[in-house]
C-alpha cells in the first residue's frame, strides 16, 4: 500500500501539471496495486479528460460508482461526463441520484459546490434562473461578514474560513501526522505572529544570517559547502518509502542540528543564525529530534503536498534568499515568502512548495513546540519518545 499511495500522490501531482498520460500511467498503478475507494477512479477519469477519451472517462466514473455507490463526488462528476458525452437523459438521471444522496453530513468542498452547482443548474433547464440555496446562503453570509467588520480583529481569519467551509468556496484540510497525533490541538494552518514573542527579533537577524549563507555559498560550490538531498533514503524523513524527492538535490539542505544531533562544523561557519534561533529558547527543542536548516529549493523544482509527522510541533520558515516566482500553500491558503517575515504552521496539514525562478530559493527552517502544550505534556511527550524509535515506530 505504501507504493500504491506513492504513485497516487505522482498521479495527482501530474493531473495538476495538466499531464494526462503520465497521471493515467501512475493512478492505473496506484489501482492495480489495490489504492481502495472510488477517488482514484474519479481522478483516472480526470486523466482520461485531459487526453480526450471521453468514453475513459465515463467508464472510469463508472467504476467510482461501482466501488461507492453513495459517492455523490462520483454521480455528480457522472453526471457532467455523460452530458459531455451527449447523452442527457442519462446525465439528468445521474445528477438527481448524485444530489437525493446528499446528507448533512457532506463535507461541502469547492469542489463539491460546484458542482452541486452545476447539477442544480443543468436541471432546471432553460429559462430564467433562480437562485439556488447555496447561492442564497453565500450572500447572507457575506452581508453578515460586512456588518461585522469580519477581518478586523485577530483570529477572524478562522470564522472566516468557518463560513467558506459551510459555502463550498475553501476545502477543509485537517491535520494527518504520519507518525504521532496528539489529539486537542487546533487544526491552524497559519499562526499568528503575534502569539510569539520572539519573531520580530528573528526577521531583524535576516540581513546577519543572509550575509552568513551568501559567504558560506561563496566559499564552496554548493555540493561541497554541506547541502544534501533533504529526503534521504538513509534519514528519517525518506526511510522505507517512494518519495519523488528522495535523494534528489532539487529539495536540500545544509543543517546546524539534524534530527536532534548538533553539527558543530556547520554551527561554528555560521554563529549569528546559530545565536539568533538560540535566542528564542526552549521552544526550539521539540521532542523527538529537532532540526534547523538552510533549505535550497532549485529554479523550476517543487515539493509536492505531503503531511508532516507529528502534531505537537510546528514548523518556522524565515526567507533568506528570494528570487522571485515562488510560492507556499499550507491547506487552503497559499502565501509568497516576503523579506523578513516569519512563517509558523502546522507541517500536518497538507502542504506544498514550489520555485518557478531561475534562481535558487533559500529559507531557514526550524521546529517549535506547539504553543497550546504544558510544561507536564512537553515532558510526557519527550519521555515517550525516548522509549525508542523501534518500540514507536511499530506500534503504528
Known amino acids: 500500500m505504501t507504493q500504491a499511495r506513492d504513485f497516487a500522490a505522482q498521479g495527482m501531482q501530474a493531473l495538476q501539471q495538466q499531464d494526462g498520460p503520465a497521471a493515467e500511467t501512475a493512478l492505473q498503478r496506484a489501482i492495480d496495486l489495490g489504492w481502495p475507494g472510488p477517488d482514484i477512479w474519479v481522478a483516472l477519469s480526470f486523466a482520461k479528460s485531459l487526453q480526450g477519451d471521453m468514453a475513459g472517462r465515463v467508464a472510469s466514473l463508472e467504476k467510482a460508482i461501482q466501488v461507492d455507490p453513495s459517492s455523490v463526488r462520483a454521480r455528480l462528476h457522472y453526471g457532467q461526463a ?179 544531533k548538533r553539527v558543530e562544523e556547520n554551527i561554528a561557519r555560521c554563529p549569528k543564525t546559530w545565536a539568533a534561533i538560540e535566542a528564542i529558547g526552549e521552544a526550539v527543542n521539540p521532542a523527538p529530534a529537532p532540526s534547523v536548516l538552510f533549505s535550497r529549493l532549485e529554479p523550476g523544482a517543487a515539493i509536492p503536498p505531503h503531511h508532516g509527522q507529528i502534531n505537537t510541533r510546528l514548523i518556522c520558515h524565515l526567507p533568506i534568499i528570494l528570487p522571485g516566482d515562488c510560492g507556499f500553500r499550507v491547506g487552503n491558503e497559499t502565501r509568497e515568502w516576503k523579506d523578513g517575515e516569519v512563517f509558523v504552521f502546522d507541517d500536518t496539514i497538507e502542504h506544498e512548495a514550489w520555485n518557478r525562478s531561475d534562481k535558487a530559493r533559500y529559507v531557514l527552517i526550524f521546529e517549535i513546540w506547539h504553543p497550546d502544550l504544558s510544561d507536564r505534556q512537553r515532558s510526557l511527550i519527550t519521555e515517550f519518545f525516548k522509549l525508542g524509535q523501534s518500540q514507536v515506530s511499530s506500534a503504528g
Open 82 to 260: 455523460l452530458v459531455g458525452s451527449g447523452r442527457p437523459k442519462d446525465a439528468e438521471a445521474a445528477f438527481r441520484r448524485g444530489l437525493s444522496d446528499i446528507t448533512p453530513h457532506l463535507i461541502r468542498t469547492q469542489e463539491i459546490h460546484q458542482l452541486i452547482t452545476a447539477a442544480e443548474t443543468f436541471l432546471a433547464g432553460p429559462g430564467e434562473q433562480t437562485p439556488s440555496p447555496a447561492d442564497e446562503l453565500s450572500v447572507t453570509l457575506d452581508k453578515f461578514a460586512k456588518d461585522h467588520d469580519l477581518g478586523t480583529a485577530p483570529d477572524d481569519d478562522l470564522f472566516r474560513q468557518s463560513l467558506d467551509f459551510l459555502t463550498g468556496k475553501a476545502t477543509f484540510y485537517p491535520s494527518q501526522p504520519t507518525r504521532y497525533f496528539y489529539p486537542g490541538l487546533p487544526n491552524r494552518q497559519f499562526y499568528p505572529l503575534d502569539a510569539f514573542s520572539w519573531t520580530n527579533a528573528l526577521a531583524a537577524e535576516t540581513g546577519a544570517i543572509r550575509s552568513e549563507l551568501e559567504t558560506l555559498l561563496s566559499e564552496k560550490a554548493a555540493a561541497e559547502a554541506g547541502f544534501t538531498p533533504y529526503v534521504e533514503s538513509a534519514g528519517r524523513e525518506g526511510a522505507g518509502v517512494s518519495h519523488p524527492l528522495l535523494d534528489n538535490p532539487d529539495w536540500s539542505a545544509f543543517y546546524l542540528i539534524k534530527q536532534g
